[in-house]
């Protein structure tokens, strides 16, 4: 697939610019994916089965050449990605290519900022600039990732290949985004907390879009203690936090 332009100002409340040279992804997560219904929903695909089939932006390098010195004054952080995977899991060609444009950004001195349900390389860690390498765990148990992220990496494998670019001097963080209620699974967020217990920064967020959360009587008190778990497990370990927006329903995060 051809598009007319790749950088983006994005309005994701942690985000600055970002960009997706991928459309769909194999992952096919079921929380539901809010990128997919937002695809659907546009007519970008046109069903589940389309969107787990990916598809690689063909000109993506072409358009980082014209786009990045225009846009690299602008950008603090290029955010690889939202609605897409950068290290697709078995996908060898989508994981070249978002090699190559971390390469070409950090080569015009604009930062990167990834984000996957893959496995991060390890050669991430010999890029020139100061990049932070980031996963999704909501949950530690196999046969849940099983069911909701099918297409996604073992979840010991993420963390396994994030340890090993912390280890490495990368700057690394973890969204534990989006995070089910107990109706859902029954676990204790204490153990993915020490689980990741080495990381430079951690985002938490609640699971929108599923009537699951809704059914479950104390969600806001849930996700109230959850979110005041997780900033007080960060301030002990002087680690860095963001409480996603709508997760708190009393008082904001900081």
């Known amino acids: 697939m051809i ?8 309005g994701v409340e942690y985000g600055d610019y970002t960009l997706n ?3 769909g992804c194999s992952h096919g997560c079921k929380y ?3 990128a997919f219904m937002m695809a659907k929903r546009f007519g970008k695909v046109k069903s589940y089965e389309e969107w787990t089939c990916p ?22 952080l290029l955010h690889l990605c939202f609605t897409t995977d950068p290290f697709m899991y078995g996908h060898e060609d989508i994981c070249n290519l978002s090699i190559k444009v971390l390469k070409k950004a950090n080569g015009s001195g604009v930062r990167c900022s990834v984000l996957t349900k893959g496995i991060l390389p390890e050669k991430l860690a010999e890029l020139p600039l100061d990049n932070e390498y980031g996963i999704t765990v909501v949950s530690l148990d196999t046969a849940f990732i099983c069911q909701y992220e099918p297409g996604a990496a073992p979840i010991q494998e993420r963390i396994a290949s994030l340890k090993k670019l912390h280890d490495r001097g990368c700057k690394t963080w973890v969204s534990i985004e989006p995070y089910p209620t107990p109706n859902i699974i029954q676990q204790n967020l204490s153990d993915i907390l020490e689980s990741i217990s080495f990381v ?12 699951m959360v809704s059914q479950y009587k ?8 959850c979110a005041a778990k997780v900033i007080q497990f960060c301030k002990d370990r ?14 904001e995060d900081k």
């Open 200 to 211: 430079d920064k951690i985002i938490f967020g609640r699971l929108h879009y599923n009537k």
């Open 218 to 225: 104390n969600h806001k008190e849930f996700y109230n203690c």
């Open 238 to 251: 002087q680690i860095a936090f963001h409480i996603k927006n709508g997760t708190i329903t009393e008082k």
């Open 32 to 34: 539901p994916c809010y």
């Open 3 to 10: 598009r007319k332009t790749l950088i983006y100002k994005t």
């Open 55 to 76: 598809q690689i932006v063909e000109n993506t390098l072409t358009l980082l050449d014209e786009e990045l010195p225009r846009f690299r004054s602008k950008i603090k």
């Open 21 to 23: 040279h991928v459309q």
